[in-house]
């Protein structure tokens, strides 16, 4: 199961059309993404890094540049099992079997290029990375049904299955889903709808959740804030949900609350009761510069998020979607544009934790 960084990456790319990427290149993907922040985070120390504004342009530029690099090089790819080097078959059968899955694969494809070896099933079964132009295991991908999993492992659907029952949902699992790599080693296990949960194999604790709740359920401060934030975007007077969410974040839980139907969301942290993220579209407001950009939202994002964004600097444009407020030591702001010829507002997102 990815962490909670790498989830968000997940919510974005499913915006995306084409969800045809193995998950083998996705685990390629997030390690060039953890890389590229690893730069980042150094390049920080010298001057701000910007993320662009519109989150679907930036989820498509800066995901065709990773995609692009474990697509660059040549790909010499194996559709057949007995063209398959058996070493390799025996490594990852070796390494599933330590892991405690008892499971006989039947691998049929082996791809292989600069970056990582791969084998797995056709069917996604199974993926077994490995470092290049060895038979030393880099990541362990292993579906299968519950009842499949070893005697030792019912704690950890014990721990996934309380997850649930505290959002008041009684749920049997049929799948999970075994994914170990160098960074630790999680057992999650999924539900149609998104929903999800996430366990560390080694502490057996949840370390990542997404979790449906009836509105019922939810404190209704958080409606009442979600509909005052709404209210101060659009002017308009009266907001419902249809739908709330809670899962865990990098600060702490947020509660997402949207109607479906009409296009709204905002998104709020269920400590600290800040808002993150208020989506809506409005012609209330119309932006079509950089100076405007800080002029026009300064007393909105003032009211909304409670941020003083006297001093930000705006960066962006139609070019970009949206413009990114910045300011040294303060919460980056992204104005999602939604058309960019009106210069009207979609949305608006504060990275409180960046």
């Given at each position: 199961?990815?962490?909670?960084?790498?989830q968000?990456?997940?919510?974005?790319?499913?915006?995306?059309p084409?969800?045809?990427l193995s998950?083998?290149?996705?685990?390629?993907m997030l390690e060039n993404?953890?890389?590229?922040?690893?730069?980042?985070?150094k390049?920080q120390k010298?001057?701000?890094?910007?993320?662009?504004?519109n989150g679907?342009?930036?989820?498509?530029?800066v995901?065709?540049?990773?995609?692009?690099k474990?697509f660059s090089?040549?790909?010499e790819?194996s559709a057949?099992?007995?063209?398959i080097d058996?070493?390799?078959v025996e490594a990852?059968q070796?390494?599933?079997?330590?892991?405690g899955?008892n499971k006989?694969i039947?691998?049929?494809?082996?791809?292989k290029d600069?970056?990582y070896d791969?084998i797995?099933k056709a069917?996604?079964?199974?993926i077994?990375?490995?470092?290049p132009n060895?038979?030393?295991v880099?990541?362990?991908?292993?579906e299968?049904?519950v009842?499949?999993?070893?005697?030792s492992?019912q704690?950890?659907?014990?721990?996934?299955?309380?997850?649930f029952?505290?959002?008041?949902q009684?749920?049997v699992?049929?799948?999970?889903r075994?994914?170990k790599?160098?960074?630790?080693?999680?057992?999650?296990f999924?539900?149609?709808n998104?929903?999800?949960?996430s366990?560390?194999?080694?502490?057996?604790r949840?370390?990542?959740?997404?979790l449906d709740?009836?509105l019922?359920d939810v404190d209704?401060k958080?409606?009442?804030?979600?509909?005052k934030a709404?209210m101060?975007?659009?002017?308009k007077?009266?907001?419902?949900?249809?739908?709330?969410n809670?899962?865990?974040?990098?600060?702490?839980e947020?509660?997402?609350?949207?109607?479906?139907?009409?296009?709204y969301?905002?998104?709020?942290?269920?400590?600290s009761?800040?808002i993150?993220k208020?989506?809506h579209v409005?012609?209330?407001?119309k932006i079509?510069?950089?100076?405007?950009?800080?002029?026009v939202?300064?007393?909105l994002i003032a009211?909304?998020?409670?941020i003083?964004?006297?001093?930000?600097?705006?960066?962006?444009?139609k070019?970009?979607?949206?413009?990114v407020l910045?300011?040294?030591?303060?919460?980056v702001?992204?104005v999602?544009?939604?058309?960019?010829?009106?210069g009207d507002?979609?949305g608006?997102?504060?990275e409180?934790d960046?």
């Amino acid at each position: 199961m990815p962490s909670r960084d790498e989830q968000r990456i997940w919510e974005d790319l499913r915006s995306f059309p084409d969800q045809k990427l193995s998950w083998e290149r996705k685990q390629v993907m997030l390690e060039n993404i953890r890389e590229e922040r690893r730069k980042i985070s150094k390049q920080q120390k010298r001057a701000k890094y910007v993320w662009v504004a519109n989150g679907l342009v930036a989820c498509a530029a800066v995901f065709f540049v990773i995609w692009m690099k474990p697509f660059s090089t040549p790909v010499e790819t194996s559709a057949s099992h007995a063209s398959i080097d058996p070493a390799y078959v025996e490594a990852a059968q070796k390494a599933i079997k330590s892991a405690g899955i008892n499971k006989e694969i039947l691998f049929d494809e082996f791809e292989k290029d600069g970056d990582y070896d791969i084998i797995r099933k056709a069917d996604r079964e199974a993926i077994v990375t490995f470092y290049p132009n060895t038979t030393k295991v880099r990541t362990i991908l292993v579906e299968c049904a519950v009842n499949e999993l070893p005697t030792s492992y019912q704690k950890y659907v014990d721990t996934a299955q309380k997850a649930f029952k505290e959002a008041n949902q009684q749920v049997v699992f049929q799948q999970a889903r075994f994914f170990k790599s160098d960074e630790g080693t999680d057992l999650s296990f999924y539900l149609e709808n998104q929903q999800y949960v996430s366990v560390d194999v080694n502490t057996n604790r949840v370390t990542d959740y997404s979790l449906d709740y009836k509105l019922d359920d939810v404190d209704k401060k958080y409606v009442y804030q979600a509909q005052k934030a709404l209210m101060l975007l659009t002017g308009k007077q009266s907001f419902s949900f249809s739908h709330a969410n809670k899962r865990s974040g990098k600060v702490e839980e947020v509660w997402t609350l949207k109607n479906e139907n009409e296009r709204y969301t905002v998104r709020i942290g269920a400590k600290s009761s800040r808002i993150y993220k208020v989506d809506h579209v409005t012609d209330r407001y119309k932006i079509n510069s950089k100076e405007e950009a800080i002029s026009v939202t300064k007393p909105l994002i003032a009211s909304i998020f409670g941020i003083d964004i006297a001093g930000y600097k705006a960066d962006g444009g139609k070019d970009w979607g949206g413009y990114v407020l910045t300011s040294e030591g303060k919460p980056v702001i992204r104005v999602i544009i939604h058309d960019l010829h009106i210069g009207d507002i979609s949305g608006i997102y504060v990275e409180w934790d960046e």
